[in-house]
């Protein structure tokens, strides 16, 4: 079910991905078909199904539909399962499990957006932020609230300091990201994403400047590593924390 309900949100999601970066509603008006304008009817806005029926054309104008809709709401529904399911199996608090499915939806959000556009908007990175410092001293769990507060503050602060001798390579939406992921999940946590999110960074851009695709000085946006570390060190950060020191040992 929560997987289900995943894919629903995904849904939302892909209004969210569109809307934000033009300062459109996303409310209102509702959802339609952006080249004809025409409005979807309710069949038409079952999440994946409607995409298939309609083999990923308009109903309307017969314009192709980005095969990215179906990814998005998938790829949520696969992500909120994971942490629902391994976040009961863990023993967290149901709000605990609630808000870190916030906390993916947003970061999918975040991902699509900063491929589309190169950009993190504050309009999803404070808030963001806002919800990590205030889940961390209101919900049981880990991280505790300062935390969270002191882990957000470093992660922060160390990115802003490379931002700002080299503001070429990071964004400030960038630091914004980061600090909301130091919220989030604690010291630790955020050791683990920047990491792994960086590595990623760096075999992608390398398979990129290999293969012709980008050149040396093109941007490559992070958001989308670093989110996807957060949510390796959100499902799994305990469990490779501790295969590692029992490696070391």
């Known amino acids: 079910m929560i997987g289900v309900l995943g894919v629903i949100i995904g849904s939302f999601l892909n209004v969210v991905i569109y809307r934000v970066p033009k300062e459109e509603s996303i409310v209102s008006p509702g959802s339609h078909c952006p080249k004809c304008g025409q409005a979807l009817r309710a069949w038409e806005l079952i999440p994946i199904i409607s995409y298939l029926i309609q083999r990923g054309r308009c109903r309307s ?49 975040l991902s699509f957006i900063d491929l589309d556009t190169y950009r993190l908007p504050d309009v999803l990175t404070i808030p963001l932020w806002g919800l990590g410092l205030l889940g961390a001293f209101l919900i049981p769990g880990s991280p505790s609230g300062w935390e969270s507060i002191l882990s957000s503050l470093g992660a922060g602060g160390f990115f802003g300091l490379i931002a700002k001798f080299y503001p070429q390579g990071l964004g400030l939406g960038d630091v914004k990201l980061v600090a909301a992921l130091g919220a989030f999940l604690g010291f630790h946590g955020i050791f683990l994403a920047v990491f792994s999110g960086s590595l990623l960074g760096a075999i992608v851009g390398l398979v990129f400047l290999g293969t012709g ?15 996807l570390g957060a949510v390796l060190a ?16």
């Open 61 to 109: 104008c017969r314009a192709k539909v980005s095969w990215r809709y179906p990814m998005v709401e998938l790829l949520t529904g696969c992500f909120f399962y994971l942490a629902g399911t391994l976040g009961f199996l863990m023993g967290l608090h149901p709000a605990r499990v609630l808000l870190n499915l916030v906390f993916i939806s947003f970061l999918i959000a």
């Open 213 to 227: 695709q980008k050149g040396f000085r093109q941007q490559i946006p992070f958001g989308p590593y670093l989110s």
């Open 234 to 249: 959100l499902l799994w950060g305990t469990r490779i924390f501790d295969w590692y020191w029992a490696w070391v040992k």
